[in-house]
């Protein structure tokens, strides 16, 4: 029981820790990805429709990283209640966690930035989504939002497959099987 208490403990402690980092990369990293103009100049003057699409994309990018951080939990939950069943050490997964999440964090930022770049060029003809951001436009900033989360959707159904796939499992042993 002490092992599950201190196991609970350190999970919302680091999801604490990794709520606040999440937060500030993702804000920092969607803020410079885009070439175009200075987002956050623009939600500094009150840009309504950068502020919503900006907010969507921490969300949706704090939501794929969610799905890594149940894998994680399991495993690190695997490895405490059985650790010599495991084929690696508490370091070897500690780095692997690491590597889930900063594999997650990456795959989020730059598929939720693809998406939101191809959807632009299928609109370019009829609205060029970058200025009609700059100039404020609301139904601009809900639209491209939204195909934000439609995409994240999609796209953590899939980093959550791969999460789990990469979750390493613990050794069961020799199976003999009876004639």
Do not use: W
């Not at 980092?21 to 500094?44: G, H, L, Q, W």
């Not at 508490?90 to 780095?95: I, N, P």
Request: hydrophobic share 50%; with cysteine.
């Amino acid at each position: 029981m002490l092992t599950r208490i201190l196991i609970s403990g350190t999970q919302f402690i680091l999801s604490v820790v990794m709520a606040g980092f999440v937060i500030y990369y993702t804000y920092r990293a969607f803020i410079k990805a885009n070439p175009d103009f200075n987002m956050e100049e623009s939600i500094k003057k009150g840009n309504i429709a950068v502020g919503i699409l900006v907010s969507t994309n921490v969300y949706c990018a704090s939501m794929m990283l969610h799905k890594t951080f149940g894998s994680v939990g399991t495993m690190v939950k695997m490895y405490a209640y059985s650790p010599s069943d495991y084929t690696i050490n508490a370091f070897q997964l500690g780095l692997i966690s690491i590597a889930h999440i900063v594999l997650t964090l990456i795959l989020a930022m730059l598929t939720i930035s693809i998406t939101l770049r191809l959807f632009g060029k299928m609109l370019r003809p009829r609205i060029n989504a970058s200025d009609e951001l700059k100039n404020g436009n609301i139904a601009v900033g809900i639209l491209l939002s939204c195909v934000v989360l439609v995409a994240s959707t999609y796209i953590s159904y899939g980093i959550d497959i791969i999460s789990k796939a990469m979750v390493p499992q613990p050794s069961i042993g020799q199976i003999e099987i009876m004639e």
